[in-house]
């Protein structure tokens, strides 16, 4: 791995830990008590570099490459807070879709604003009736002169309720083809655009919502890369979000393995440690060596990415295995935690309930399967 990670991939994730342990795990318990997490973190970590990584030089940003997605991604992953937090911050991954598809005068707009913390993007793909399946989208955009007028309904959005910069993808009067797609850039103050925030069952903090687009009007400007070209353009970013995702959710279950190793040799049943119990010790084992398999895995395909090798095949295989692989460990380190796993209180509790939300975004686990199934 020191083949493809700088001195600048390392500062990144030291600075990257800082951040979680000084900013955001200190002041989880107000956030919970709140329902919210302040607005004011995502300028914290604008000033700390964490956000707009890829934005050029030219826009004001670093200018950096795909791995320091990863490498955020991975270390909330490694910390409580991703657990409650979920995935806020890794959704600057629409980020590369405005630097790599934009307009001058687009990236001009919006990437200070992406850059200091004041603009929080969410991508609209899913909708009610079309979630893994993207071709399925009935959103519409009906041009009107200069304009195009937006109507459709996008929910389970990550991010919706705290946006401000909405990529809405959908279909205009020349799509033809069921992949024929169109994305607009939508400020949520502009009239029409109304958004509603979901509850899920874990990860407490991390705003999800639904948007509804009731004749929302934008300029023609506002078309993010050539008209029915979406599919391409979200077709870029695939790999890098399963893979972040996959980054995330191996670090999420080395935490669960972590606090559960500690627990089990603390804790006493029977006059002994529930360590010293065979059965423990061969859960563990098991556990161990997933975890192992994982991060080899990982590792090859974080190795590949960075030389511009990496099929979205295995980037698929890969989301879908450690994803999978990681609610298994949860699962067997809720149960080594006994009725103490059930507690909120404690970490393992929104690890487990976080875990079973990752084999369903980004593509569920069967949907990842089918994919796999088409290259045999």
């Given at each position: 791995?020191?083949?493809?990670?700088?001195?600048?991939?390392?500062?990144?994730?030291?600075?990257?830990?800082?951040?979680?342990?000084?900013?955001?795990?200190?002041?989880?318990?107000?956030?919970?008590?709140?329902?919210?997490?302040?607005?004011?973190?995502?300028?914290?970590?604008?000033?700390?570099?964490?956000?707009?990584?890829?934005?050029?030089?030219?826009?004001?940003?670093?200018?950096?490459?795909?791995?320091?997605?990863?490498?955020?991604?991975?270390?909330?992953?490694?910390?409580?807070?991703?657990?409650?937090?979920?995935?806020?911050?890794?959704?600057?991954?629409?980020?590369?879709?405005?630097?790599?598809?934009?307009?001058?005068?687009?990236?001009?707009?919006?990437?200070?604003?992406?850059?200091?913390?004041?603009?929080?993007?969410?991508?609209?793909?899913?909708?009610?009736?079309?979630?893994?399946?993207?071709?399925?989208?009935?959103?519409?955009?009906?041009?009107?002169?200069?304009?195009?007028?937006?109507?459709?309904?996008?929910?389970?959005?990550?991010?919706?309720?705290?946006a401000d910069l909405l990529y809405v993808v959908v279909k205009?009067?020349?799509?033809?083809?069921?992949?024929?797609?169109?994305?607009?850039?939508?400020?949520?103050?502009?009239?029409?655009?109304?958004?509603?925030?979901?509850?899920?069952?874990?990860?407490?903090?991390?705003?999800?919502?639904?948007?509804?687009?009731?004749?929302?009007?934008?300029?023609?400007?506002?078309?993010?890369?050539?008209?029915?070209?979406?599919?391409?353009?979200?077709?870029?970013?695939?790999a890098l979000d399963r893979i972040q995702l996959a980054a995330?959710?191996l670090a999420a279950a080395e935490l669960a393995f972590d606090?559960?190793?500690?627990?089990?040799?603390?804790?006493?049943?029977?006059?002994?440690?529930?360590?010293?119990?065979?059965?423990?010790?061969?859960?563990?084992?098991?556990?161990?060596?997933?975890?192992?398999?994982?991060?080899?895995?990982?590792?090859?395909?974080?190795?590949?990415?960075?030389?511009?090798?990496?099929?979205?095949?295995?980037?698929?295989?890969?989301?879908?295995?450690?994803?999978?692989?990681?609610?298994?460990?949860?699962?067997?380190?809720?149960?080594?935690?006994?009725?103490?796993?059930?507690?909120?209180?404690?970490?393992?509790?929104?690890?487990?309930?976080?875990?079973?939300?990752?084999?369903?975004?980004?593509?569920?686990?069967?949907?990842?399967?089918?994919?796999?199934?088409?290259?045999?």
């Open positions: 791995m020191n083949s493809i990670f700088t001195h600048e991939h390392n500062i990144f994730r030291d600075t990257v830990r800082k951040f979680i342990e000084k900013e955001m795990e200190p002041r989880l318990k107000a956030w919970e008590e709140q329902g919210s997490v302040d607005r004011d973190i995502w300028n914290k970590a604008a000033d700390a570099g964490l956000l707009g990584i890829c934005i050029p030089e030219e826009y004001g940003g670093p200018g950096g490459d795909d791995l320091f997605n990863i490498i955020l991604s991975e270390e909330l992953g490694h910390y409580p807070c991703g657990a409650i937090l979920g995935a806020s911050f890794t959704s600057d991954i629409a980020s590369h879709l405005l630097v790599h598809f934009g307009t001058h005068e687009q990236k001009a707009e919006w990437c200070p604003r992406i850059l200091s913390g004041d603009a929080i993007q969410a991508l609209g793909l899913t909708e009610p009736g079309a979630g893994s399946d993207v071709s399925g989208i009935t959103a519409t955009a009906r041009r009107d002169g200069d304009e195009f007028v937006i109507n459709g309904n996008k929910t389970y959005i990550s991010n919706a309720p705290i205009t009067e020349a799509a033809t083809g069921p992949h024929d797609m169109s994305i607009f850039l939508v400020d949520t103050r502009t009239r029409g655009v109304d958004i509603r925030p979901l509850k899920l069952m874990g990860a407490a903090l991390y705003p999800v919502g639904e948007i509804f687009l009731d004749d929302v009007r934008v300029s023609a400007d506002d078309m993010l890369g050539r008209e029915n070209g979406a599919f391409k353009v979200l077709l870029s970013t695939f995330r959710s606090l559960t190793l500690d627990f089990v040799k603390n804790r006493k049943a029977f006059g002994k440690t529930v360590f010293e119990f065979q059965n423990t010790q061969f859960k563990l084992a098991e556990m161990k060596t997933d975890l192992t398999v994982g991060r080899d895995f990982l590792d090859a395909c974080l190795v590949r990415y960075a030389n511009s090798e990496l099929d979205l095949n295995i980037a698929t295989m890969a989301k879908t295995w450690i994803c999978e692989m990681e609610q298994r460990v949860a699962n067997e380190c809720l149960q080594l935690h006994g009725g103490a796993g059930y507690m909120d209180e404690y970490t393992i509790s929104r690890i487990y309930t976080n875990a079973r939300l990752q084999t369903i975004y980004a593509g569920t686990t069967e949907i990842g399967k089918i994919s796999i199934a088409k290259s045999l």
